[in-house]
């Protein structure tokens, strides 16, 4: 907020699709910021040195490639007062089986470790990005933050499990931490392996655009700006305890799958070759936030439309396509 010192930020997972955009945020609004990523290969390293870049030639950021599972985390603490824990192991459809070790430890015991560090430094807030899939099949649209979480999937359980314990290190030791829960997040840098990115790199290279299930799946998209000003809102709010709340980030902008399609199709002026796949185990059916108290508590708006946010994507993935980013 205009007029406030700067903050002192951990932002952990810096290198990834948010948290690259966050830390960017944090130092155009005067805060320092030390990043910790351990350059996971859920996808290319290389894409996240690439979401690094921008913020290596930046005074004010310092980066530690290290792992929540093992760093000295007390010491990563030393001087800093906004936690903005953003690393994780994302991804549904990859959660089921063996796989799950993983997202059990970068999920839940990363998030534990942590927890316990910031028992050691006096923090003004502790912002845990949590997510909607914490919801699964809710029966009520919109979504809020008073629904039973009933997760569908392996990662939802692991984010919610990471949400419980911001809950009961707020309740115990007084931490002040905040979750938010993000409803799917979007813009330049999305991670590959999500669906605008496949969809307009499909589109642009004239291949098979893969879509699950009938399409008509909806979800309320938010775009990345709006979810990092939302992050640094939670951190500077003038909020009160007891910590430990969640807050839905929603874009507003609700639309199914095959909308989207059509709306990419007219943006890039070319046709979809779409094709259709089984639904997939973990996917719910609809996501849809209501923002009411993110509103009335963080003063969270969304500002980016649709169009404007899949603009960006395009133009995104146009210049990666073209070889230019
Ligand atoms: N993208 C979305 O739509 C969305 C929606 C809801 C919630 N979220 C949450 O937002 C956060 C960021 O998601 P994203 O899409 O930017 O993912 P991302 O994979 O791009 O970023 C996560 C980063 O965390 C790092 N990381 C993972 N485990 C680590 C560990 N143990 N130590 C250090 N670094 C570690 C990874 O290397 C990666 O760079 C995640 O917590 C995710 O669950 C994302």
Aim: proline share 6%.
């Amino acid at each position: 907020m205009t007029g406030d010192p700067g903050g002192h930020c951990l932002v952990t997972g810096v290198a990834g699709f948010i948290g690259s955009t966050l830390a960017e945020h944090l130092l155009a609004n005067g805060d320092t910021v030390l990043g910790v990523d351990c350059f996971t290969d859920y996808y290319p390293p290389a894409v996240k040195e690439r979401n690094l870049a921008t913020l290596r030639r930046s005074p004010g950021f310092t980066f530690r490639e290290a792992s929540l599972l093992d760093a000295d985390l007390p010491a990563l603490l030393t001087n800093v007062d906004s936690v903005f824990h953003f690393a994780a192991q994302p991804g549904v459809r990859k959660s089921w089986g063996t796989t799950f070790a993983t997202y059990a430890a970068h999920n839940v015991v990363a998030t534990q470790r942590l927890l316990e560090a910031a028992r050691t430094v006096p923090l003004r807030r502790f912002v845990y990005a949590s997510s909607s899939s914490i919801y699964g099949d809710a029966a009520e649209l919109p979504v809020r933050e008073t629904t039973l979480p009933r997760p569908i999937s392996p990662y939802g359980v692991t984010k919610l499990a990471g949400e419980h314990l911001c809950g009961l290190y707020a309740r115990s030791f007084g931490i002040p931490a905040v979750s938010l829960r993000y409803f799917t997040v979007y813009g330049p840098r999305q991670r590959p392996d999500m669906a605008f990115s496949r969809f307009v790199r499909a589109i642009l290279q004239d291949e098979a655009l893969p879509v699950y299930g009938d399409g008509e799946q909806t979800r309320d998209f938010t775009f990345v700006a709006d979810a990092v000003r939302a992050a640094r809102s939670a951190a500077r709010a003038n909020l009160s305890p007891p910590w430990g709340r969640a807050y839905n980030i929603g874009g507003g902008s609700r639309v199914s799958i095959n909308a989207i399609v059509r709306l990419l199709e007219t943006m890039t002026k070319k046709s979809a070759r779409i094709k259709r796949l089984p639904a997939q185990a973990g996917d719910v059916q609809h996501t849809y936030a209501d923002t009411t108290a993110a509103q009335a508590e963080l003063g969270y708006r969304p500002e980016y439309g649709l169009e404007a946010g899949l603009r960006a994507v395009v133009d995104w993935e146009s210049a990666l396509v073209a070889g230019v980013r």
